[in-house]
């Protein structure tokens, strides 16, 4: 790194090439989260492969169903791209959380938790990373947040501009995993 500042060389951070080269012509759906990425984003990606979609992903953790962590798709075949979004930050030179590259369309809020002390003061200063990638999610874009997460819940309030879906209480959706010893049933 020290030759490529001594001799005034470009460069830039992986998620912003990943932005410019690949998703800025995606729709791009973002899982987000302090715990839980990895699986949501395996589980989505094989939602929208077995309904045909045909989906680019990249998952920060190998997936059981799919064949590997990552994949591209030409637009033409399909204009989807699920990502691990992670709260971390990008780079050396950029403090900013990597997924505020990514420019989602959708995002999914899983939950909120403090993690990453070593980047992190407190949940406070997590809150408004988060709050961050609120405000650059387009009007017509949704954001789908867990209606448990009081730290979510807090985010939200610092002001929305995207149309808002909860799930995890009444009023949204929620995910039951059922086994009855007879048979498995899912209800949504």
Avoid: C
């Amino acid at each position: 790194m020290e030759t490529i500042l001594n001799k005034g060389l470009a460069f830039q951070s992986g998620p912003q090439w990943l932005y410019e080269n690949i998703l800025h012509e995606k729709w791009v759906i973002a899982i987000a989260g302090t715990h839980g990425k990895t699986t949501t984003t395996a589980m989505l990606a094989w939602i929208f492969e077995y309904a045909g979609l045909n989906p680019s992903y990249l998952i920060g953790g190998i997936p059981t169903n799919l064949k590997s962590s990552s994949r591209f798709i030409e637009n033409k075949e399909s204009n989807f791209f699920i990502i691990e979004a992670d709260e971390y930050d990008t780079a050396f030179f950029d403090k900013r959380s990597k997924f505020i590259h990514y420019h989602p369309r959708t995002l999914v809020m899983n939950n909120l938790e403090f993690d990453h002390a070593d980047i992190f003061d407190d949940l406070d200063h997590i809150k408004k990373h988060f709050h961050h990638l609120v405000r650059i999610i387009p009007e017509n874009g949704r954001i789908i947040s867990n209606a448990k997460s009081k730290a979510l819940d807090s985010v939200i309030k610092l002001g929305i501009w995207s149309e808002l879906e909860f799930f995890n209480d009444d009023k949204g959706w929620s995910y039951q995993w059922v086994d009855d010893r007879n048979s498995i049933r899912y209800f949504i």
